[in-house]
């Protein structure tokens, strides 16, 4: 299995949204299609940026 390469594009995007906080970790892990662990909201940046 191969794993998954994100561009800096959805990077910012997925930041963005996080900084807005208008969705639950949940609803945002659900939206991009990641892991809720993948999202931080203490420290605004996903684990792989």
Do not use: C, G
């Not at 969705?23 to 939206?31: L, N």
Request: proline share 4%.
């Amino acid at each position: 299995m191969t794993r998954k390469k994100y561009t800096s594009k959805f990077k910012a995007k997925v930041v963005l949204e996080a900084l807005k906080e208008q969705s639950s970790i949940a609803e945002m892990a659900q939206k991009f299609d990641l892991a809720p662990q993948q999202i931080h909201l203490e420290t605004s940046l996903p684990r792989w940026v």
